[in-house]
């Protein structure tokens, strides 16, 4: 091999190491190699391992006879062949086709594809109108499929790494879980009974006051221990989908202004901006909708306090969105993709008490309404939480 080729091949061979993922790097890959090798159209197939068929990876027509990318029919009975008999396949064109036609003259080339050391698949070659192939062009073509399974391999290995890495931090979480639960239980069961304990004690007269004081305690401790409790079962109800919905026409600007005016009842002080402009009505569940909005509310009382919020709702693009802005502290970028996560909570100092499941039923619940929740955060600024939700115009 002389000194510009193997140069060459080392450029190719660094520009398809570069490439993010494994259309691109194969589309490198098989455009640089035409200057070794001229083909017109080239095809993935893989053997799928449950249905016994052949699944289409990537097909891309370069040369002559340029047709729908993805429409790599042609080369499917030569790459059962190649599978089914493991070995290379050539194949020219069918007796009896003339020279004038050229695009029915074609020169299949079919390369078996190892990944792990097992067959898989195979990769195809089709020209249309010749020439034959040369020994120069299937050890060309054999080194595209080395190249080929070598990235498959990598890609296959990725997606594995990156489902276990997922398996791994849900693992982390559940242990979270036990902690953080059994301290959220514990610390209500501990005042509960801590002040009863107190209130019942023979040897103590209270005066009323103080009566009133630990009773309310004692009231507001049971309140919390049953959401706490309430919260894990509809989040586990969510996970499993064993809740029933009930749809209606709802709009979401009077369902929001309902919302805020019940939290503020209970947070006289908490200011709220509304900005909602007239939206077309969802098909929405309204106890669940409103528990979306309770649970933003109960969010930004808990980790922006002080600050008020802006509440915004308008049509776009036939969906309708509701934005919750709050002027907290904001939230880290990082920790950005696991908020909807069960039981997460961002990593810190734990002064608010939370078990991370206000937002993971607040995605199962828009989810379940065939929308979207995502949050944009600034640090130092404040948090904004948008939810969009298709619009129903029949309604
Ligand atoms: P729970 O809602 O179950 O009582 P929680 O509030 O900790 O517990 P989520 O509502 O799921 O759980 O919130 C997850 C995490 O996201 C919180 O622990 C908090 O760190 C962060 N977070 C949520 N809302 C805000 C906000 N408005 N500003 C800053 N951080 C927030
Ligand atoms: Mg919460």
Same mark, same amino acid.
């Given at each position: ?15 398809? /190491? ?34 016994? $068929? ?71 070659? !089709? ?31 990725? #997606? ?17 879980? !036990? ?10 069961? $501990? ?19 103080? /009566? ?43 369902? *929001? ?19 909602? #402009? ?13 528990? *979306? ?24 693009? $036939? ?7 709050? $002027? ?12 909807? #996560? ?9 002064? !608010? ?43």
């Amino acid at each position: 091999m002389d000194k510009g080729t193997l140069s060459e091949l080392h450029r190719i061979f660094q520009e398809v /190491q570069s490439k993010p993922d494994i259309k691109s790097a194969l589309d490198v890959l098989f455009l640089s190699m035409r200057g070794f090798f001229v083909f017109d159209n080239v095809a993935i197939y893989l053997s799928d391992r449950k249905t016994r $068929g052949l699944d289409i990876l990537y097909a891309r027509a370069m040369g002559r006879g340029k047709t729908a990318e993805a429409d790599a029919a042609w080369g499917e009975v030569a790459a059962n062949d190649v599978i089914m008999n493991e070995h290379m396949v050539i194949h020219g064109p069918k007796k009896g086709s003339t020279d004038d036609d050229r695009i029915s003259q074609t020169f299949l080339l079919g390369v078996p594809l190892y990944i792990g050391s097992k067959l898989r698949g195979a990769l195809l070659f !089709v020209r249309f109108g010749g020439p034959e192939y040369s020994d120069a062009h299937i050890h060309t073509a054999s080194l595209q499929a080395v190249w080929t399974s070598a990235l498959i391999e990598h890609k296959e290995l990725q #997606e594995a790494r990156s489902e276990l890495d997922s398996v791994q931090r849900q693992m982390r979480l559940q242990d979270d879980f !036990v902690s953080t639960i059994s301290h959220e239980l514990r610390t209500p069961l $501990g005042f509960i009974k801590g002040y009863s304990t107190s209130l019942l004690r023979q040897d103590t007269k209270w005066d009323e006051a103080t /009566q009133r004081e630990f009773l309310t305690i004692i009231d507001e401790e049971t309140d919390r221990l049953a959401k706490l409790i309430e919260d894990m079962l509809e989040s586990a109800r969510l996970q499993s989908k064993t809740i029933q919905f009930k749809f209606s026409p709802i709009r979401l600007d009077a369902l *929001v202004r309902d919302v805020a005016s019940r939290v503020k009842t209970h947070h006289p002080r908490l200011v709220v901006d509304l900005q909602l #402009e007239p939206v077309p009505p969802v098909l929405g569940d309204g106890v669940r909708l409103s528990q *979306v909005f309770e649970n933003l509310f109960s969010n930004a009382i808990k980790y922006a306090p002080g600050s008020s919020i802006t509440i915004g709702a308008k049509a776009v693009n $036939g969906r309708v969105r509701v934005s919750f802005t709050d $002027g907290g502290e904001g939230i880290p970028e990082e920790f950005i993709p696991f908020l909807f #996560e069960r039981f997460y909570r961002v990593p810190g100092e734990r002064t !608010v008490t939370g078990t991370g499941l206000g937002l993971y039923i607040c995605k199962q619940i828009v989810m379940a309404h065939h929308g979207n929740i995502w949050v944009e955060s600034v640090l130092d600024r404040g948090t904004t939480f948008f939810i969009e939700l298709p619009a129903n115009p029949a309604l």
